[in-house]
């Protein structure tokens, strides 16, 4: 019998808008017999991030890469892997892909969500692999924002001569 026991990882776990993170899901099979095929992990990427399909997912199952995984990515906001090769009992399948973090993306924490399918049996993740998504970005214009939303706006003039001081 298969049984399945989930797991989620974010790379970096902490980014600035424009960036990537990596994400990687473990399905592990707690069960004694290999699961059935394929093994569907639909992605549901929080909101503001999409699927980079020019990196090539890399899947690893039993150990061995698998290089026949088909990714439908008609939704960049939720990819749905298709793994053609089965989970044997105490073995795992290893799926890391990227996902693109919008320029416009709001600080604040962002986890994803996952639906694993095996055997025609579906099981459904909480949030998982969580991405801090940093709220400053240092620039090249020092403006008094008057609405305080973080953007210059019209009317929001520069002020000249300041100096600005990084401390770690």
Known sequence: TAAAALEAIAT????APGDSVD?????K?????ATGTPV????FLPAG????????????????????????????????????SAINGGSQLTIKFRAKVA???????YCNTYRVTQGGVPITTGSEAC????????????FRDWNNNGVQDVGEEGIPGVTVQ???
């Open 12 to 15: 970096p776990t902490a980014v």
């Open 49 to 84: 991030f999409t699927y980079d399909n020019t990196f090539t997912p890399v899947v690893t199952v039993n150990g061995a890469n698998i290089t026949t995984t088909t990714v439908n990515a008609t939704n960049l906001s939720a990819p749905i892997f298709s793994v053609p």
């Open 166 to 168: 990084l401390n770690g």
């Open 131 to 142: 991405v801090t998504v940093a709220g400053g970005q240092i620039g090249d214009t020092i």
């Open 29 to 33: 099979n707690v069960g004694t017999g």
């Open 23 to 27: 994400f990687t899901i473990l399905v």
């Open 103 to 109: 320029s416009t993306a709001a600080a604040g924490e």
């Open 40 to 43: 569907l992990i639909e992605e």
